[in-house]
């Protein structure tokens, strides 16, 4: 007696939709992907057993580099637009509209109002190479750090109605006069809390 034939079905399965999702997510993840920014002042901060998450939004952090270097940044390219233009009304520094647009893009920078045109003159790929000397920095209230600090906060507050969380992230073989300006700066403007930035530090063995 002849065997029944069962018929094959097809196994192909429809994978359009499948695609469709994994691109979709693809997109997603490289449009909110952030790039890591080199930090010009090489700070090697020191460690400590205290874990504390600073926000990753809306922070004005110093860091204060190797010989004493001091760089600023703050979050918020509206800010960092506003605040320059307000530097550059004090300095009586004109910026053109292309050395704004560069400085709002930058997210890190220690260079004195005297050498900042010329630092913005560079071309994008060429800003790293640049030797900044720091942002000059004294126990007056009126250092350009201070002056700085004191315009992002207005435009911060001028922008979105709130005010910046300050860091200070020192490298750890800076003596602490050099952090101690800084904290007299930010007291002057009223301002006695504020986080440190270090590395946490590994767990005793037992």
Not at 38 to 43: G, H, Q, R, V
Not at 49 to 77: A, Y
Not at 123 to 138: H, M, N, R, T, W
Not at 171 to 179: F, H, L, Q, T, W
């Amino acid at each position: 007696m002849p065997r029944v034939k069962v018929a094959r079905k097809s196994t192909a399965i429809d994978m359009t939709a499948m695609c469709d999702v994994a691109f979709l997510l693809l997109t997603f993840f490289i449009l909110t992907a952030k790039p890591k920014v080199e930090d010009p002042s090489k700070a090697e901060v020191p460690a400590s057993s205290k874990e504390v998450t600073i926000p990753e939004d809306n922070v004005l952090m110093i860091s204060i580099g190797q010989q004493n270097k001091i760089f600023l940044s703050f979050s918020g390219n509206d800010v960092r637009t506003e605040t320059l233009k307000a530097m550059g009304e004090k300095y009586n520094v004109p910026f053109t509209p292309a050395e704004i647009n560069k400085f709002a893009n930058t997210e890190i920078f220690g260079v004195p109002m005297n050498q900042m045109k010329q630092f913005l003159s560079l071309p994008s790929g060429e800003l790293k190479s640049f030797d900044q000397k720091g942002i000059p920095a004294d126990t007056t209230n009126n250092s350009e750090l201070s002056n700085w600090i004191l315009n992002a906060r207005k435009a911060d507050r001028g922008l979105h109605g709130k005010d910046y969380n300050i860091a200070i992230k020192g490298d750890r073989n800076e003596k602490y006069p050099a952090v101690s300006t800084v904290i007299n700066i930010l007291g002057q403007q009223k301002l006695f809390k504020f986080d440190l930035i270090t590395t946490l530090r590994a767990a005793p063995k037992k």
